[in-house]
């Protein structure tokens, strides 16, 4: 999908590329980078399949959806992923493939009838010592020193994080915080991680700090509905 100020180019279909047929695509890795450029090139480029190659290393594709074979079902990701309404390239790719249990669905139709009869809520976010309620009142509790050590983040170039865990940047009154338990409990961060993976993500999952607090703003997939959260 090609974005301008409007939809007038979103929904023209590409043209076919000269010389397509003779080409090959050579990818790097099977995780979902290689995969969705794949399936770009398919519906977008009208490369036929059989030109694509995607090498990997690992004896499993899938890379960090962390993939499983199973012999019942098939290629399942372990565990469930979190997204958001501004997955771009994901929804785009998502409505071009057909939904295998639901007759001329597509995995966008799926996902979002799911997520709309069953949105995601939590009523009480976070629990301490084997299910008592943290009783967080929904509040992030952030001082001020606090909300500016986590601008400071957002703002530090990425060299500068190399080599650095989270415990580098961040202080104890940080951790006070009940963001950082919210925040800490949803991605599974410890602070020993590394800064640079935390920040490196920061500019998307921005857009979820509104509705945090409830685990609201987060679309979730078919796994970690049925099976996490009712
Ligand atoms: C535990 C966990 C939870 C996550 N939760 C979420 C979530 O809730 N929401 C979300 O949006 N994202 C989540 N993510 C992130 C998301 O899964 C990744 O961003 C995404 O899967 C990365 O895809 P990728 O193709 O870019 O890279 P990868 O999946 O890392 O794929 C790279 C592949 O390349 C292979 N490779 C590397 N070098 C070579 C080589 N030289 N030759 C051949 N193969 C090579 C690797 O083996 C790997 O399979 C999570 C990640 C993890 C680990």
Redesign the pocket.
């Known amino acids: 999908m090609y974005y301008t100020n409007g939809n007038y180019e979103a929904f023209a279909r590409p043209r076919k590329p000269q010389g397509v047929g003779e080409k090959q695509a050579w990818l790097?890795?099977?995780?979902?980078?290689?995969l969705a450029a794949a399936a770009f090139l398919v519906r977008d480029a009208q490369m036929d399949g059989s030109r694509i190659h995607i090498?990997?290393?690992?004896g499993l594709?899938?890379?960090?959806?962390?993939g499983l074979l199973r012999p019942d079902v098939g290629f399942v990701i372990r565990?469930g992923?979190?997204?958001e309404n501004h997955y771009e390239c994901l929804w785009d790719l998502f409505r071009s493939v057909p939904s295998l249990e639901v007759e001329d669905a597509s995995v966008l139709d799926e996902f979002y009838w799911l997520n709309h009869d069953d949105p995601n809520c939590s009523k009480n976010r976070a629990t301490l010592e084997q299910g008592a309620s943290a009783d967080t009142k929904n509040r992030f509790e952030l001082s001020d020193e606090a909300a500016l050590e986590w601008m400071r983040l957002f703002f530090t170039p990425d060299e500068a994080l190399y080599d650095k865990t989270i415990d580098d940047v961040l202080s104890e009154e940080f951790y006070q915080s009940n963001f950082w338990l919210y925040w800490q409990t949803m991605f599974?961060f410890e602070k020993w991680h590394s800064a640079l993976e935390m920040k490196l993500p920061l500019p998307y999952k921005m857009a979820l700090h509104a509705g945090l607090e409830k685990l609201r703003g987060t679309t979730l997939d078919e796994l970690l509905v049925r099976y996490e959260l009712v």
């Not at 594709?61 to 962390?66: K, L, R, V, W």
């Open positions: 790097v890795g099977g995780g979902l980078a290689s090498l990997e290393d690992s594709p899938g890379g960090a959806c962390d565990g992923r979190e997204m599974a």
